[in-house]
């Protein structure tokens, strides 16, 4: 990247500059400028805290700038960036089909903390795409459908000039739980058949083993490696893991990360257990007054006692009464985390191609994968066969545990 660039742009009520720093290059005071930012922006996610950023830093594998829009000495906005290598995966269903390489510009925390001003924006991605570093497309995740940056993204112009808009798939419901009364006023929201539904489920995992049938929280760094060991032994046997590449297959990086968290007082990472075996993982931290689920499994021995289920409702109940922040965000849409929401909201990705064939090429794959995908599913779907055929492919692809768990005991 370019260093120590510096644009100005003259506005009838506003002057701004944008300064470009190397995260490992910023100032003392810049910051406490950036901290003090942070203070007064308490949405801010952890992606744009600089002791993360800084951890990033330290593992030796990411180039992390910082841009910082300045109105006179103060603050007025900042948005860290990250160049990396990564792939533009194009599937059918849950099947890989081909991956493209790219290396790509992404803008961290949603796009950062810029003030919703038209010719603030304007600035910083007229910077963006006029950098020399070679990169083929800027990058922005967990845009909120109805924040002012991706309206302009949407629509204004000097962007749509210099860059080539891409929706990679349809924006997605992100899953929020606000903790607010008690744990018992929570539950009673539910229809009372719901709330025997979910009764039932706790009632019959616990009498498995009457007293021995727990969820355990992991908070400390002496309590990470004993979490990975039981964590990715439960991965091993997910679909996820066997099917689509993903799981807890770094356990190296993995511990990395925790013991961050846990040095930090933020980990809080949960097993269910029952006599002692690992049934089911969630890893998620706590940062300010919001808890993160970061990823979650179960074994598929254990289906029939709707582990997952009993799990959530465990750690539900222990945020309620134990350290309790303000939301529990149970992140991208699935049905499993559906049920114990109480808040969504649309939030998007976009990819901003700068011109050329190759940009083409990847976007013209990625939507006919898409559009395949769909057709295919509107097809299963019309005959009744999808969620059938989507719960045989998981199935056939974990690791099942010979017998059942109360066998297995």
């Known amino acids: 990247m370019e260093v120590g660039t510096t644009l100005e742009m003259m506005r009838e009520t506003a002057a701004y500059r944008l300064e470009l720093v190397p995260m490992d290059q910023v100032s003392p005071d810049l910051l406490n400028k950036w901290r003090a930012f942070l203070e007064?922006?308490?949405?801010?996610?952890?992606?744009?805290?600089?002791?993360?950023?800084?951890?990033?830093?330290?593992t030796g594998n990411s180039q992390i700038s910082v841009y910082f829009l300045l109105r006179g000495d103060s603050l007025a906005g900042f948005v860290p960036v990250l160049l990396s290598d990564s792939q533009v995966k194009c599937q059918l269903g849950e099947i890989g089909v081909r991956s493209f390489p790219v290396r790509r510009m992404t803008l961290l925390g949603s796009g950062g903390l810029f003030p919703e001003d038209n010719s603030a924006y304007e600035m910083l991605f007229r910077h963006l795409s006029a950098q020399k570093e070679r990169f083929d497309a800027l990058y922005l995740d967990n845009v909120p459908t109805d924040s002012f940056l991706w309206k302009f993204l949407e629509t204004n112009p000097q962007v749509h000039?210099?860059?080539?808009?891409?929706?990679?798939?349809?924006?997605?419901?992100?899953?929020?739980?606000?903790?607010?009364?008690?744990?018992?006023?929570?539950m009673a929201r539910f229809s009372s058949k719901h709330r025997q539904t979910l009764r039932r489920k706790v009632r019959k995992f616990q009498d498995l083993a009457p007293g021995e049938t727990l969820p355990v929280c992991f908070t400390r760094p002496d309590q990470v490696e004993a979490f990975i060991e039981q964590a990715v032994e439960i991965s091993r046997k997910t679909y996820q893991w066997q099917l689509l590449g993903q799981g807890l297959r770094d356990a190296a990086k993995l511990k990395r990360h925790l013991l961050f968290l846990a040095q930090h007082g933020w980990l809080r990472s949960y097993l269910l257990v029952c006599k002692g075996k690992p049934c089911a993982f969630v890893t998620g931290f706590q940062y300010g007054s919001r808890y993160y689920l970061d990823d979650m499994g179960f074994d598929p021995a254990w289906r029939d006692y709707s582990v997952g289920t009993v799990l959530q409702v465990g750690i539900i109940e222990d945020l309620f009464q134990?350290?309790?922040?303000?939301?529990?965000?149970?992140?991208?849409?699935?049905?499993?985390?559906?049920?114990?929401?109480?808040?969504n909201y649309l939030q998007g990705k976009v990819f901003l191609f700068r011109p050329g064939v190759y940009g083409s090429l990847v976007k013209t794959a990625h939507r006919l994968c898409n559009a395949s995908t769909a057709a295919v599913s509107s097809v299963v779907d019309r005959f009744g066969l999808k969620k059938r055929l989507k719960k045989l492919i998981r199935m056939s692809s974990s690791e099942t545990s010979s017998g059942s768990p109360t066998q297995q005991q």
């Open 40 to 58: 007064d922006h308490s949405q801010g996610s952890p992606m744009l805290d600089p002791i993360w950023l800084q951890e990033h830093i330290a």
């Open 161 to 186: 000039k210099a860059l080539t808009r891409y929706v990679p798939e349809r924006p997605a419901a992100r899953l929020l739980l606000h903790l607010e009364g008690s744990f018992e006023s929570y």
């Open 322 to 343: 134990n350290n309790r922040p303000k939301v529990y965000d149970l992140g991208e849409y699935g049905t499993h985390k559906e049920e114990f929401a109480t808040l």
